[in-house]
Protein backbone atom coordinates (compact mmCIF):
# COMPACT_ATOMS: atom_id res chain seq x y z
CA UNK A 1 0.00 0.00 0.00
CA UNK A 2 2.93 2.22 -0.48
CA UNK A 3 2.91 5.27 -2.61
CA UNK A 4 5.03 6.31 -5.14
CA UNK A 5 6.95 8.37 -3.03
CA UNK A 6 6.48 7.35 0.45
CA UNK A 7 5.66 4.53 2.86
CA UNK A 8 1.87 6.04 3.18
CA UNK A 9 -1.12 6.01 1.12
CA UNK A 10 -2.07 8.96 -0.94
CA UNK A 11 -5.39 9.88 -1.21
CA UNK A 12 -6.32 12.92 -3.57
CA UNK A 13 -10.00 14.80 -3.60
CA UNK A 14 -10.77 15.62 -6.71
CA UNK A 15 -14.21 17.34 -6.25
CA UNK A 16 -15.19 19.72 -3.88
CA UNK A 17 -15.45 18.92 -0.14
CA UNK A 18 -16.51 20.60 2.82
CA UNK A 19 -13.79 20.95 5.27
CA UNK A 20 -15.05 19.17 7.84
CA UNK A 21 -15.44 16.01 5.64
CA UNK A 22 -12.20 16.29 4.46
CA UNK A 23 -11.05 16.43 8.31
CA UNK A 24 -13.29 13.17 8.95
CA UNK A 25 -11.07 11.21 6.56
CA UNK A 26 -7.74 12.85 6.91
CA UNK A 27 -8.17 11.63 10.26
CA UNK A 28 -8.96 8.04 9.50
CA UNK A 29 -5.62 6.56 10.27
CA UNK A 30 -1.57 7.77 9.80
CA UNK A 31 -1.29 5.83 6.64
CA UNK A 32 -3.05 8.12 4.91
CA UNK A 33 -1.73 11.28 3.40
CA UNK A 34 -4.76 13.10 1.80
CA UNK A 35 -4.08 15.85 -0.95
CA UNK A 36 -7.18 18.57 -0.87
CA UNK A 37 -6.74 22.02 -3.06
CA UNK A 38 -10.28 23.59 -3.36
CA UNK A 39 -8.68 26.32 -5.43
CA UNK A 40 -7.43 23.76 -7.94
CA UNK A 41 -10.91 21.96 -7.98
CA UNK A 42 -14.09 23.36 -10.12
CA UNK A 43 -16.55 25.00 -7.57
CA UNK A 44 -19.63 23.76 -6.48
CA UNK A 45 -23.13 25.25 -8.06
CA UNK A 46 -24.95 24.01 -5.48
CA UNK A 47 -24.44 21.92 -2.48
CA UNK A 48 -22.78 18.18 -2.89
CA UNK A 49 -21.86 19.44 -6.98
CA UNK A 50 -19.54 17.05 -7.91
CA UNK A 51 -19.15 18.60 -11.50
CA UNK A 52 -18.67 22.09 -10.83
CA UNK A 53 -18.44 25.45 -12.60
CA UNK A 54 -15.56 25.35 -15.33
CA UNK A 55 -12.40 26.29 -14.39
CA UNK A 56 -9.07 27.44 -15.49
CA UNK A 57 -5.84 27.01 -14.30
CA UNK A 58 -3.15 29.10 -14.51
CA UNK A 59 0.05 27.01 -15.82
CA UNK A 60 1.53 26.61 -12.55
CA UNK A 61 -1.49 25.31 -10.75
CA UNK A 62 -2.32 22.63 -14.12
CA UNK A 63 1.24 21.31 -13.41
CA UNK A 64 1.02 20.89 -9.30
CA UNK A 65 -2.25 19.44 -10.21
CA UNK A 66 -1.07 16.69 -12.82
CA UNK A 67 1.62 15.87 -10.42
CA UNK A 68 -1.45 15.17 -7.67
CA UNK A 69 -2.49 12.99 -10.16
CA UNK A 70 0.72 10.93 -11.05
CA UNK A 71 1.11 10.55 -7.24
CA UNK A 72 -2.09 9.59 -6.22
CA UNK A 73 -3.33 6.16 -4.63
CA UNK A 74 -6.86 6.37 -4.22
CA UNK A 75 -9.25 9.21 -6.04
CA UNK A 76 -12.13 10.58 -3.91
CA UNK A 77 -14.48 11.21 -7.32
CA UNK A 78 -13.46 11.13 -10.75
CA UNK A 79 -11.02 14.02 -11.62
CA UNK A 80 -13.69 15.91 -14.37
CA UNK A 81 -11.06 17.71 -15.92
CA UNK A 82 -8.55 15.13 -17.00
CA UNK A 83 -11.53 12.17 -17.38
CA UNK A 84 -9.95 11.12 -20.72
CA UNK A 85 -6.23 11.50 -20.23
CA UNK A 86 -5.98 9.90 -16.69
CA UNK A 87 -5.02 6.73 -17.36
CA UNK A 88 -2.17 7.44 -19.07
CA UNK A 89 -1.33 10.42 -16.37
CA UNK A 90 -1.37 7.58 -13.96
CA UNK A 91 -2.03 3.92 -15.25
CA UNK A 92 -1.32 2.88 -11.29
CA UNK A 93 -3.97 4.61 -9.53
CA UNK A 94 -5.54 1.48 -7.22
CA UNK A 95 -9.06 2.60 -6.28
CA UNK A 96 -11.27 5.53 -7.36
CA UNK A 97 -14.65 6.02 -5.36
CA UNK A 98 -17.42 7.28 -7.11
CA UNK A 99 -19.85 9.90 -5.99
CA UNK A 100 -22.49 8.44 -8.20
CA UNK A 101 -24.19 5.17 -8.69
CA UNK A 102 -24.52 5.58 -12.46
CA UNK A 103 -21.26 5.41 -13.49
CA UNK A 104 -21.41 2.40 -16.06
CA UNK A 105 -21.93 4.63 -19.15
CA UNK A 106 -18.94 6.70 -18.20
CA UNK A 107 -16.72 3.97 -17.56
CA UNK A 108 -17.40 2.04 -20.27
CA UNK A 109 -17.19 5.58 -22.83
CA UNK A 110 -13.79 5.80 -21.23
CA UNK A 111 -12.56 1.97 -21.77
CA UNK A 112 -11.66 2.18 -18.26
CA UNK A 113 -12.01 -1.40 -17.85
CA UNK A 114 -8.86 -2.15 -20.12
CA UNK A 115 -6.99 1.05 -19.90
CA UNK A 116 -7.26 1.56 -16.40
CA UNK A 117 -7.33 -2.90 -15.62
CA UNK A 118 -5.86 -2.46 -12.08
CA UNK A 119 -7.88 0.05 -10.68
CA UNK A 120 -11.24 -0.90 -8.48
CA UNK A 121 -13.98 1.35 -8.83
CA UNK A 122 -16.81 1.72 -6.55
CA UNK A 123 -19.74 3.29 -6.63
CA UNK A 124 -21.55 5.30 -4.27
CA UNK A 125 -25.07 2.86 -4.61
CA UNK A 126 -27.75 3.79 -2.00
CA UNK A 127 -26.61 7.52 -0.81
CA UNK A 128 -29.34 8.58 -3.13
CA UNK A 129 -32.20 5.89 -2.50
CA UNK A 130 -33.67 8.51 0.21
CA UNK A 131 -34.32 11.47 -2.12
CA UNK A 132 -34.86 9.21 -4.88
CA UNK A 133 -37.88 7.27 -2.98
CA UNK A 134 -39.11 10.55 -1.89
CA UNK A 135 -39.05 12.26 -5.52
CA UNK A 136 -41.18 9.18 -6.31
CA UNK A 137 -43.66 9.56 -3.94
CA UNK A 138 -43.62 13.11 -4.33
CA UNK A 139 -44.42 12.09 -8.04
CA UNK A 140 -47.30 9.82 -7.01
CA UNK A 141 -49.14 12.00 -4.36
CA UNK A 142 -49.17 15.20 -7.02
CA UNK A 143 -50.40 13.47 -9.99
CA UNK A 144 -53.24 11.59 -7.40
CA UNK A 145 -54.24 14.75 -5.29
CA UNK A 146 -53.97 16.88 -8.43
CA UNK A 147 -51.34 19.06 -7.41
CA UNK A 148 -51.13 20.80 -10.41
CA UNK A 149 -54.68 21.30 -10.83
CA UNK A 150 -54.41 23.08 -7.54
CA UNK A 151 -51.55 25.45 -8.14
CA UNK A 152 -53.49 27.05 -10.85
CA UNK A 153 -56.56 27.36 -9.87
CA UNK A 154 -54.50 29.25 -6.78
CA UNK A 155 -52.78 31.07 -9.69
CA UNK A 156 -56.09 32.18 -11.06
CA UNK A 157 -57.97 33.15 -7.52
CA UNK A 158 -60.81 30.50 -8.36
CA UNK A 159 -62.10 28.50 -6.00
CA UNK A 160 -63.58 24.51 -7.23
CA UNK A 161 -64.12 21.91 -5.77
CA UNK A 162 -62.98 18.40 -7.00
CA UNK A 163 -61.97 14.90 -6.28
CA UNK A 164 -58.64 13.37 -6.10
CA UNK A 165 -57.67 10.17 -5.71
CA UNK A 166 -56.46 7.75 -3.13
CA UNK A 167 -52.73 5.85 -3.31
CA UNK A 168 -54.52 3.05 -1.87
CA UNK A 169 -54.41 -0.63 -3.50
CA UNK A 170 -52.89 0.80 -6.49
CA UNK A 171 -50.47 -1.28 -7.98
CA UNK A 172 -46.29 -0.13 -8.79
CA UNK A 173 -44.58 -1.86 -10.52
CA UNK A 174 -40.41 -0.90 -9.71
CA UNK A 175 -37.96 -2.08 -12.27
CA UNK A 176 -34.68 -2.52 -10.63
CA UNK A 177 -34.60 -3.57 -6.93
CA UNK A 178 -31.54 -2.30 -5.85
CA UNK A 179 -30.99 -0.52 -3.36
CA UNK A 180 -33.28 2.85 -4.36
CA UNK A 181 -35.66 0.16 -6.05
CA UNK A 182 -35.83 -1.84 -2.19
CA UNK A 183 -36.82 1.82 -0.88
CA UNK A 184 -39.40 3.04 -3.46
CA UNK A 185 -40.97 -0.47 -1.90
CA UNK A 186 -40.73 0.34 0.90
CA UNK A 187 -42.19 3.70 1.29
CA UNK A 188 -45.43 2.73 -1.58
CA UNK A 189 -45.93 -0.46 1.04
CA UNK A 190 -46.47 1.88 3.76
CA UNK A 191 -48.95 3.84 2.04
CA UNK A 192 -50.95 0.59 1.39
CA UNK A 193 -50.47 0.00 -2.26
CA UNK A 194 -49.34 -3.33 -4.20
CA UNK A 195 -45.74 -3.40 -4.75
CA UNK A 196 -44.48 -5.55 -7.35
CA UNK A 197 -40.27 -5.28 -8.14
CA UNK A 198 -38.56 -6.58 -11.53
CA UNK A 199 -34.72 -7.23 -11.29
CA UNK A 200 -32.40 -8.92 -13.61
CA UNK A 201 -30.40 -10.11 -10.49
CA UNK A 202 -31.30 -12.43 -7.53
CA UNK A 203 -32.55 -10.39 -5.15
CA UNK A 204 -33.79 -11.05 -1.92
CA UNK A 205 -36.64 -9.59 0.17
CA UNK A 206 -34.84 -8.75 3.13
CA UNK A 207 -37.89 -7.25 5.23
CA UNK A 208 -39.05 -5.69 2.73
CA UNK A 209 -42.90 -6.31 2.56
CA UNK A 210 -43.52 -6.51 -0.83
CA UNK A 211 -46.36 -8.36 -3.08
CA UNK A 212 -44.09 -9.90 -5.46
CA UNK A 213 -40.21 -9.91 -6.66
CA UNK A 214 -39.68 -11.45 -10.28
CA UNK A 215 -36.27 -12.00 -11.83
CA UNK A 216 -37.05 -9.79 -15.34
CA UNK A 217 -37.32 -11.85 -18.71
CA UNK A 218 -39.71 -10.32 -21.37
CA UNK A 219 -42.59 -12.51 -19.94
CA UNK A 220 -42.47 -11.46 -16.75
CA UNK A 221 -42.51 -7.57 -17.56
CA UNK A 222 -45.55 -7.91 -20.13
CA UNK A 223 -47.15 -10.26 -17.48
CA UNK A 224 -47.21 -6.74 -14.81
CA UNK A 225 -47.26 -4.15 -16.97
CA UNK A 226 -51.39 -4.28 -17.91
CA UNK A 227 -51.96 -4.07 -14.40
CA UNK A 228 -49.94 -0.90 -13.75
CA UNK A 229 -50.91 2.15 -12.32
CA UNK A 230 -47.45 3.79 -11.58
CA UNK A 231 -44.75 2.90 -13.65
CA UNK A 232 -40.88 3.36 -12.09
CA UNK A 233 -37.39 3.27 -13.80
CA UNK A 234 -34.61 2.23 -11.32
CA UNK A 235 -32.35 0.28 -13.76
CA UNK A 236 -28.71 1.20 -14.51
CA UNK A 237 -28.40 2.10 -18.08
CA UNK A 238 -26.56 -0.40 -19.90
CA UNK A 239 -26.76 -2.71 -23.27
CA UNK A 240 -29.47 -4.82 -21.73
CA UNK A 241 -31.74 -1.75 -20.83
CA UNK A 242 -30.95 0.83 -23.55
CA UNK A 243 -34.43 1.56 -24.63
CA UNK A 244 -35.96 -1.25 -22.15
CA UNK A 245 -39.19 0.98 -22.53
CA UNK A 246 -40.46 1.84 -25.86
CA UNK A 247 -43.99 2.06 -27.62
CA UNK A 248 -44.60 -1.53 -27.34
CA UNK A 249 -44.32 -1.24 -23.67
CA UNK A 250 -46.25 2.16 -23.29
CA UNK A 251 -49.11 0.30 -25.19
CA UNK A 252 -49.45 -2.66 -22.50
CA UNK A 253 -49.65 -0.24 -20.16
CA UNK A 254 -53.64 0.26 -19.03
CA UNK A 255 -54.89 3.79 -20.25
CA UNK A 256 -54.20 6.55 -17.49
CA UNK A 257 -51.10 4.82 -16.56
CA UNK A 258 -47.99 7.44 -14.81
CA UNK A 259 -44.02 6.68 -16.17
CA UNK A 260 -41.60 7.83 -13.53
CA UNK A 261 -37.63 7.38 -14.41
CA UNK A 262 -35.09 7.92 -12.34
CA UNK A 263 -33.25 5.74 -13.79
CA UNK A 264 -31.31 7.17 -17.13
CA UNK A 265 -32.81 8.67 -20.29
CA UNK A 266 -31.74 6.63 -22.82
CA UNK A 267 -33.60 3.51 -20.71
CA UNK A 268 -37.09 5.03 -22.49
CA UNK A 269 -37.63 5.83 -26.26
CA UNK A 270 -38.32 9.31 -25.64
CA UNK A 271 -40.36 9.86 -29.23
CA UNK A 272 -42.39 7.28 -28.12
CA UNK A 273 -42.85 8.48 -24.32
CA UNK A 274 -43.85 11.95 -25.98
CA UNK A 275 -46.30 10.20 -28.49
CA UNK A 276 -48.12 8.06 -25.75
CA UNK A 277 -48.37 11.41 -23.84
CA UNK A 278 -50.05 13.06 -26.68
CA UNK A 279 -52.53 10.75 -27.53
CA UNK A 280 -53.29 9.87 -23.75
CA UNK A 281 -52.36 6.49 -23.53
CA UNK A 282 -50.07 7.73 -20.81
CA UNK A 283 -51.69 10.57 -18.01
CA UNK A 284 -48.27 11.82 -17.10
CA UNK A 285 -44.85 11.20 -16.76
CA UNK A 286 -42.60 12.59 -13.99
CA UNK A 287 -39.31 12.92 -15.20
CA UNK A 288 -35.72 13.34 -13.55
CA UNK A 289 -33.03 11.84 -16.54
CA UNK A 290 -33.59 12.75 -20.42
CA UNK A 291 -31.75 11.31 -23.60
CA UNK A 292 -29.87 14.28 -23.81
CA UNK A 293 -29.52 16.74 -21.55
CA UNK A 294 -30.13 19.86 -20.50
CA UNK A 295 -33.05 18.85 -22.15
CA UNK A 296 -33.47 21.01 -25.32
CA UNK A 297 -35.22 24.26 -25.45
CA UNK A 298 -37.27 22.42 -28.19
CA UNK A 299 -38.49 19.29 -26.97
CA UNK A 300 -42.35 19.27 -26.49
CA UNK A 301 -41.79 17.50 -22.84
CA UNK A 302 -41.43 21.03 -21.67
CA UNK A 303 -44.96 22.64 -22.44
CA UNK A 304 -46.57 19.83 -22.04
CA UNK A 305 -49.18 20.47 -18.46
CA UNK A 306 -49.13 16.32 -17.71
CA UNK A 307 -45.18 16.36 -17.58
CA UNK A 308 -42.73 17.13 -14.60
CA UNK A 309 -39.43 17.80 -15.62
CA UNK A 310 -36.48 17.88 -12.96
CA UNK A 311 -33.08 18.87 -14.18
CA UNK A 312 -31.65 15.76 -13.12
CA UNK A 313 -31.73 16.60 -9.59
CA UNK A 314 -33.92 14.22 -7.58
CA UNK A 315 -30.89 12.68 -6.37
CA UNK A 316 -29.44 15.26 -4.51
CA UNK A 317 -29.59 16.22 -1.21
CA UNK A 318 -27.22 18.72 1.29
CA UNK A 319 -26.89 15.63 3.44
CA UNK A 320 -25.20 13.90 0.43
CA UNK A 321 -21.11 14.73 1.30
CA UNK A 322 -21.43 13.46 4.64
CA UNK A 323 -23.09 10.02 3.77
CA UNK A 324 -20.53 9.64 0.58
CA UNK A 325 -17.24 10.99 2.85
CA UNK A 326 -19.09 8.25 5.23
CA UNK A 327 -19.22 5.41 2.68
CA UNK A 328 -15.60 6.16 1.71
CA UNK A 329 -14.20 6.46 5.13
CA UNK A 330 -15.83 3.02 5.60
CA UNK A 331 -14.23 1.91 2.48
CA UNK A 332 -11.27 3.15 3.03
CA UNK A 333 -10.98 1.00 6.30
CA UNK A 334 -11.61 -2.23 4.72
CA UNK A 335 -8.72 -0.93 1.89
CA UNK A 336 -5.98 -0.75 4.73
CA UNK A 337 -7.49 -3.83 5.92
CA UNK A 338 -7.05 -5.79 2.10
CA UNK A 339 -11.16 -6.80 2.91
CA UNK A 340 -12.80 -6.40 0.25
CA UNK A 341 -14.82 -3.07 -0.59
CA UNK A 342 -18.74 -1.62 -0.71
CA UNK A 343 -20.07 -1.42 -4.04
CA UNK A 344 -17.46 -2.27 -6.35
CA UNK A 345 -18.65 -1.67 -9.91
CA UNK A 346 -18.74 -4.75 -12.44
CA UNK A 347 -17.57 -3.60 -15.61
CA UNK A 348 -18.86 -6.56 -17.38
CA UNK A 349 -22.89 -6.00 -16.14
CA UNK A 350 -21.56 -1.57 -15.99
CA UNK A 351 -23.25 -1.25 -12.87
Known amino acids: MSTKNSNKLSI ?106 NTIFTTASGIHA ?66 IGITRTKSHRGNIQIDDIVIDTSKHLYKYLNKTDYLILSVPHTPQTDKLIGETELNMLPKGAILINIARGNVVDEQALIKSLYKGQLDGAYLDVFEKEPLPKESPLWSMPNVLISPHSASTSIRENYLITELFCDNLKLYLKNQPLINVFNTKRLY
Not at 169 to 181: A, F, H, Q, S
Open 12 to 117: LIASYLEPEYVHMIQELDKRIIVNYHPYLLRQPRYPADHDGHPISRTKKQEEQWIQLLKQADILFDFDQTHLHDLPEINPDIKWIQATSSGIGQLIDDLNYDTRLP
Open 130 to 195: QPLAEFCLLSMLMHSRKLTCMMKRQSQKHWERYAGNDLLEKTVLILGMGKIGKRIAEIAHTLGMKV
